[in-house]
């Protein structure tokens, strides 16, 4: 597109080269480190320290997915979702099979909770990507406390997907496999 609008460079070049090369990297640091955090945490028995306790404390199953979620928001406070995937699922996926949970429902809900990570402070990459569009005068609290509705939102939809999961996460599906 930039040479068929005559707006090509060389240094526009190499400078998209670079930030997909920053990119890349940070995806790789994260994928490196939730891999590591992960291996280390299972083979410590991480995740039947977890399970046992999650079990122990007798909030049932719902608990339990109560309980992932919100840790999924709170991560996503401070991490990608990438990160989050893979530090969370190889622990609480096996946890939820002990409850009898779907697992094409809990991959759908957790995917629809961690569109809260792009929004939510204090590093959420859509707070910063808004920040950069909008006037000086605009300052980060006022961005902060307008996302608030659309995080609202979200914990809102996912509720809706665990009420009504026939019409919204199985549908689809269901609709494939007629």
């Known amino acids: ?5 005559k707006q090509f460079s060389l240094q526009m070049l190499k400078d998209s080269l670079l930030d997909t090369a920053k990119t890349t990297a940070m995806v790789f640091i994260i994928l490196f480190g939730a891999s590591a955090f992960t291996g280390v945490f299972l083979s410590l028995d991480g995740d039947q320290i977890i399970s046992d306790w999650v079990l122990g404390i007798g909030i049932g199953k719902w608990g339990a997915l109560a309980i992932m979620l919100l840790i ?8 990608d979702w990438l990160g989050i995937v893979m530090i969370v699922f190889p622990i609480f996926l096996p946890l939820m099979d002990q409850f009898g949970f779907d697992r094409l ?13 792009f929004m939510t402070p204090p ?3 859509a707070l910063f ?13 006022d961005i902060y406390k307008g996302v608030i509705p659309f995080i ?24 494939l496999a007629e």
């Open 123 to 125: 590093f959420g990459f």
């Open 72 to 79: 999924v928001f709170i991560l996503g406070m401070f991490i």
């Open 1 to 5: 597109m930039t040479i068929f609008y």
């Open 152 to 175: 609202a939102i979200i914990v809102a939809v996912v509720v809706l997907c665990i009420l009504f999961p026939d019409q919204l996460i199985y549908w689809l599906p269901n609709m």
């Open 129 to 141: 990507y808004i920040k950069g569009i909008v006037p000086d005068t605009v300052k980060m609290k």
């Open 105 to 117: 429902f809990i991959v759908a809900i957790t995917a629809v909770m961690l569109q809260t990570c």
